[in-house]
């Protein structure tokens, strides 16, 4: 039985991948990379630092750090989420459902501090998480299982006893590594794919979710 409940928040709680891809596009480019929509999908799900060292090992530039080029993109994304970030299609009702059901809820993202805070203060849904973990927080990132394993903990449940909900291939393989039932939300255009079948279900949005079949 599920005794609490963890949501990625990238492409689950808010669709902020055309976010992130419009923003690596900008940056990246700027520095001579070249990179088309179809590419900002390879690094679905890795951290920002993962995917700065990703492109720059592709294609090396000179004249600014990793580590600015990281801020500028997250700098941008948060500026996108702040003026037109929207919660994706169910997330209020089974949020509000969850909390009526008094199980524990947490976050667990491979985003910044600023990006998760900004995302939560934005679509105004921080009160129903008793848990924010994000990549500063632990020392590796998914697909590494560290921070659903710090989620877990910081909920008082043990990880064998908690239901993720992931968007991507990275953050699923990180939940499937800390013990945890996997519900996917793959993209329209990735359903198919067979790297999906490690979870345990899968679902186009959390509207389609049965709360009763799993608690």
């Known amino acids: 039985m599920v005794k609490a409940v963890i949501f990625d928040m990238d492409g689950v709680l808010i669709d902020s991948e055309p976010m992130w891809q419009q923003a690596e596009l900008q940056v990246f480019s700027q520095l001579g990379v070249t990179l088309t929509p179809e590419q900002t999908r390879q690094t679905a799900g890795m951290t920002t630092q993962a995917v700065t060292r990703f492109w720059y090992q592709q294609s090396p530039w000179q004249g600014q750090s990793l580590a600015d080029t990281e801020a500028a993109v997250i700098a941008r994304v948060a ?30 993202t491979n985003s910044s501090q600023y990006l998760m805070d900004t995302t939560l203060d934005t679509l105004a849904i921080r009160h129903y998480f008793a848990a924010h973990c994000c990549v500063e927080m632990v020392t590796q990132g998914k697909p590494a299982p560290d921070i659903y394993l710090l989620a877990a903990s910081k909920l008082g449940v043990a990880p064998a006893d908690c239901l993720v909900f992931e968007d991507s ?5 990180a939940a499937k590594a800390a013990g945890m039932t996997v519900v996917a939300m793959p993209a ?28």
């Open 188 to 215: 329209t255009e990735e359903w198919h794919h067979e790297k999906f079948d490690i979870a345990d279900a899968k679902i186009r949005c959390l509207s389609e979710f049965e709360l009763r079949l799993w608690h």
């Open 79 to 108: 500026q996108s989420i702040a003026s037109k970030g929207e919660a994706k299609k169910g997330v209020q009702a089974l949020l509000q459902q969850l909390h009526e059901h008094r199980l524990p809820i947490g976050l667990a």
């Open 169 to 173: 291939y990275t953050g699923i393989s």
